[in-house]
């Protein structure tokens, strides 16, 4: 189901819960609402839609991937860059990693691990910004 974009910046600053396979349905809400928001919009946090649950949902050079529970555990190549957000207004400047690894679950809970660099990786960065209640 399409959700509506929250913007109320109090439960976006809200750290967001583990996630478990009792949220698939969230997962599968956020992929249809990033899906109806791909001409603005290139990855989401489920926070976006209101819940605060470890969701991301995001295109991965053409191709959409979603991640329970995602955290980045390596980071090298820094530099300043200006973001926008469906959730906010107008562009705020922010720091970013070209080069990151994450890791994650899958909606069976299964782990992975994979780098991932340039716009993809700034991607990444931001919707794992909004799980941890960072509004850029
Ligand atoms: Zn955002």
């Given at each position: 189901m399409i959700r509506e974009i929250n913007r109320n910046t109090e439960i976006l600053q809200q750290k967001a819960?583990?996630?478990?396979?009792?949220?698939?349905?969230v997962a599968d809400d956020l992929m249809e609402t990033l899906k109806a928001h791909a001409d603005a919009c290139v990855g989401m946090a489920a926070n976006m839609i209101g819940i605060p649950k470890a969701i991301i949902v995001f295109?991965?050079?053409?191709?959409?991937?979603?991640?329970?529970n995602p955290e980045i555990t390596q980071k090298s190549g820094s530099f300043e860059t200006t973001e926008g957000c469906l959730s906010l207004d107008g562009q705020r400047k922010t720091k970013r990693y070209r080069y990151i690894k994450v890791r994650w679950q899958d909606r069976e809970m299964k782990s992975h691990q994979k780098r991932f660099s340039g716009w993809t990786a700034q991607i990444i960065q931001h919707e794992i910004d909004h799980l941890s209640g960072i509004v850029i």
């Open positions: 819960a583990l996630a478990t396979t009792g949220d698939i349905s295109d991965n050079e053409g191709e959409y991937m979603e991640m329970f």
